[in-house]
């Protein structure tokens, strides 16, 4: 089935260790994103990605490091200079010019929590 | 003052209940107005969407759109235990895409 997968489902880390959350989608999207969502709060734009090798900072990027080296993969790096990294992250895809404006296919989601 | 502002809830209702849930916005170029529904644990999937004002119906599911009020709602007929569920607005223009709070809802048998 086509989709998006994120791993690890759960994460625990120290402080002051970087980890990577891991985003594959077989949707054939072009655009790939990461959010982050707390509760009572929106979800945040963290970075997203329209093409290959080119990504831009979303609103909260401060802490946070992303690569696309290939259509499908978009893995997410939590540093330790993100001060308050717990949270769950959500990776989505959408098919920029096709399709409904604004459509966001999301992943299940990946719960980081730092001890 | 937030861009979309949506009651987190939580709301409780009775099974067969007409749910109704909300959100404003303050920035009058949005566009595309979106409801995602989103189960305990998982991703948001989209549910509603609608461009620019007006109406839209899906079974159980009614999508309004006022602009010049800035309000959108979803409303649910019959609603359903199956339902129970967060339900985030999010809007957008051009690139940028908003998302509300979100509600969560439970309904109960």
């Known amino acids: 089935d086509g989709g998006i997968t994120q791993s690890p489902k759960y994460l625990f880390r120290k402080e002051g260790q970087n980890v990577t959350l891991s985003c594959e989608q077989n949707?054939?999207?072009?655009?790939m994103y990461w959010y982050r969502q707390d509760p009572g709060q929106g979800l945040r734009l963290i970075y997203y990605?329209?093409?290959?090798?080119?990504?831009q900072k979303g609103d909260i990027a401060e802490g946070y490091s992303v690569s696309r080296e290939k259509k499908e993969s978009f893995p997410l790096t939590v540093t330790s200079a993100q001060k308050n990294p717990t949270a769950f992250y959500l990776c989505?895809?959408?098919?920029?010019?096709?399709?409904?404006?604004?459509?966001?296919?999301f992943g299940e989601g990946s719960r980081l929590t730092v001890l | 003052q937030k861009e979309v502002e949506q009651d987190p809830g939580p709301l409780s209702v009775p099974e067969g209940a007409i749910v109704s849930l909300n959100c404003t916005y303050s920035?009058?170029?949005?566009?595309?107005f979106m409801w995602y529904r989103q189960y305990s644990r998982k991703g948001p999937e989209l549910l509603m969407y609608?461009?620019?004002?007006g109406n839209k119906e899906d079974g159980r599911f009614t999508a309004q759109v006022d602009k010049s009020s800035k309000y959108i709602s979803l409303f649910i007929r019959d609603s359903q235990p199956s339902d129970s569920a967060t339900y985030l607005c999010?809007?957008?223009?051009?690139?940028?895409?908003?998302f509300g709070a979100g509600t969560r809802l439970t309904v109960k048998p």
């Open positions: 989505a895809s959408s098919q920029i010019g096709t399709g409904v404006a604004g459509e966001l296919f």
């Open positions: 949707l054939n999207h072009d655009a």
């Open positions: 990605s329209q093409i290959v090798n080119d990504f």
């Open positions: 920035n009058s170029a949005f566009q595309y």
């Open positions: 609608t461009y620019s004002s």
């Open positions: 999010a809007m957008s223009a051009s690139n940028d895409m908003r």
